[in-house]
């Protein structure tokens, strides 16, 4: 098996795969127009981490991964979490708030988009920050959700600049894995969707696919959870 980077260019990643010849290919957190350069040169795939057009996948939807946080984080005690959306845009934040809102109605905590839901429209560091100044201003949350890793960098250089330690003062979770979290201390609680439970049916999908049988199965992927110490249980105030 060998990995290689997705070249930002489809005529490129065509070129790629021609030289290369592989018998499969698992398209992993890929986009739509690569899966199309795979299926245009009937090279058998699976996508794994984001639902793919006319393959079979195996994902998890990202409110299915904020959910599953904002357990994670109820489950020690925090009641007051919040997930700065950055840099989706506003058609996207639309359609989150509305899922979110009706997957939390039967959550213990009363959900407020506004608070548990931010929408930061400044794409800037120094917007990033000011949205989380606002955020804090008021009811400053126990637990931050941080969808990817520059995210997670974004808000502990603001936790820094208000002299807010991890997990002491403030708690944190990413929904994403990074492989630059074993560098990290202390060690960040998140999601891992390349475990041997879930690498194992993508594999028997894609040698179907080299066998010959069709499939545009999508299968929902359950992420492994990665307790850190980045998540303890709120100071009480």
């Not at 939807?61 to 925090?78: N, P, R």
Request: proline share 8%; aromatic share 8%.
């Amino acid at each position: 098996m060998e990995f290689i980077q997705i070249p930002p260019e489809p005529s490129e990643l065509r070129a790629l795969l021609i030289t290369a010849n592989p018998r499969g290919v698992i398209l992993s957190m890929s986009r739509s127009a690569d899966a199309e350069v795979v299926a245009s040169l009937k090279i058998p795939a699976v996508g794994i981490g984001v639902r793919i057009p006319h393959i079979p996948s195996f994902s998890t939807t990202y409110s299915d991964l904020l959910v599953l946080a904002f357990q994670k984080a109820m489950e020690v005690g925090h009641s007051r979490i919040t997930v700065p959306l950055w840099k989706k845009g506003p058609d996207i934040y639309d359609r989150m708030a509305a899922e979110m809102e009706k997957r939390m109605s039967g959550e213990p905590i009363s959900f407020s988009v506004r608070y548990n839901l931010p929408f930061i429209q400044s794409t800037s560091a120094e917007g990033y920050h000011a949205a989380l100044h606002e955020l804090f201003r008021y009811t400053p949350p126990t637990c931050i959700i941080c969808s990817e890793f520059p995210d997670y960098l974004m808000t502990i250089s603001f936790l820094q600049a208000r002299k807010l330690r991890v997990p002491d003062d403030i708690s944190i979770i990413l929904l994403a894995q990074d492989e630059h979290l074993e560098f990290i201390v202390p060690s960040i609680a998140h999601f891992s969707l390349y475990t041997d439970d879930t690498i194992h049916p993508v594999f028997q999908s894609l040698k179907k696919q080299m066998s010959g049988l069709l499939s545009h199965e999508q299968t929902v992927l359950l992420p492994a959870w990665e307790p850190g110490d980045s998540l303890r249980a709120p100071k009480s105030r």
